[in-house]
């Protein structure tokens, strides 16, 4: 992480965020414009408004019942070939520090960019995702990644995103998570968090930015602990810079299979963000465009 970015990482874990934002945003007032105009074009459901309602007063929202069968049984269907490719990606990300995950999608990438008609992507653009997520943040989002990743046992003291914590890559961070294997037991590793409200109650501390159980558990009653333990296929949208979070806890013998996609409200506030992990294809949507920071 350069200079520039942890400066921001820091101002993202303050106060100081909104205002940082609101100038960034002013800068590109044109396109922030347009964002929000396009979002009246949405057509968006009432279950998808209860969604995206749900999400900003609580932090969550579980949407399997807005999701494409179509694409849900296709994401399935590519998700188990990737298992056959956990040994190979993991001999490639050898001094990837997160050891307990593997990260599957490099081999789908040319150059470091997936085409906009991958399934992987097409998945985040369905209109049960983008609308939900749309109607909660205001404005059509800009799509930040998206991620296949497998969580296994390393037998490593708990680190990184295995300890609670938020994500501060910018004011409003909603995640879209699939399971692609079962999670059903505290061994696959389950998706844990805690809902918006109970976040508050813990704070922003100025110290450190993961956190242990017996922290959190000082300032938050452990039965608010909300764990998505879940058959595959299920998913679900979080809200990670509201609500602390952690996952990943995998048992010996156990792993876990997950799609990630990561949408932001435009603009990207760390720097990088015209080395798009995305390229169009010839049919690819002006609005698609948009979403994939491509416009």
Same mark, same amino acid.
Request: a positive charge; proline letters at 14%; glycine letters at 10%.
């Given at each position: 992480m350069g200079l520039m970015s942890r400066a921001l990482w820091q101002v993202n874990r303050s106060p100081l965020r909104w205002a940082v934002k609101t100038g960034v945003s002013t800068w590109h007032y044109g396109a922030k414009r347009q964002r929000k105009q396009e979002l009246n074009g949405l057509d968006v459901s009432a279950a998808q408004e209860a969604a995206a309602n749900g999400l900003?007063?609580?932090g969550y929202a579980i949407v399997s019942e807005l999701i494409d069968p179509s694409l849900l049984k296709q994401l399935a269907a590519s998700g188990e070939a990737k298992l056959s490719e956990i040994e190979a990606a993991d001999k490639q990300q050898a001094? &990837?520090?997160k050891k307990f995950l593997v990260h599957l999608l490099d081999s789908e990438m040319v150059d470091g960019k997936l085409a906009a008609d991958n399934l992987f992507v097409r998945y985040a653009l369905q209109p049960g995702v983008v609308n939900v997520v749309a109607s909660a943040l205001g404005e059509v989002p800009w799509l930040d990644y998206v991620m296949l990743s497998y969580?296994?046992?390393t037998g490593q003291a708990l680190a990184s995103s295995q300890l609670w914590h938020r994500d501060h890559d910018d004011v409003r961070v909603v995640k879209f998570y699939t399971y692609l294997t079962d999670v059903q037991e505290d061994a696959d590793g389950p998706f844990t968090f805690l809902s918006r409200q109970s976040t508050d109650r813990f704070g &922003?501390?100025?110290?450190g930015s993961h956190f242990s159980d017996d922290e959190v558990f000082?300032?938050?009653?452990?039965?608010d602990v909300k764990v998505m333990k879940a058959p595959r296929l299920v998913s679900f949208m979080i809200d990670t810079s509201r609500c602390l979070h952690m996952g990943s806890r995998i048992a010996p013998g156990h792993g876990r299979l997950m799609y990630t996609a990561t949408f932001i409200a435009f603009p990207r506030m760390?720097?990088?963000g015209k080395n798009r992990p995305f390229r169009a294809t010839p049919g690819t949507s002006e609005r698609d465009k948009m979403i994939l920071g491509l416009g």
């Open positions: 900003n007063r609580d001094g &990837y520090w969580s296994r046992h &922003y501390p100025l110290l000082e300032k938050v009653p452990r039965q760390f720097p990088g």
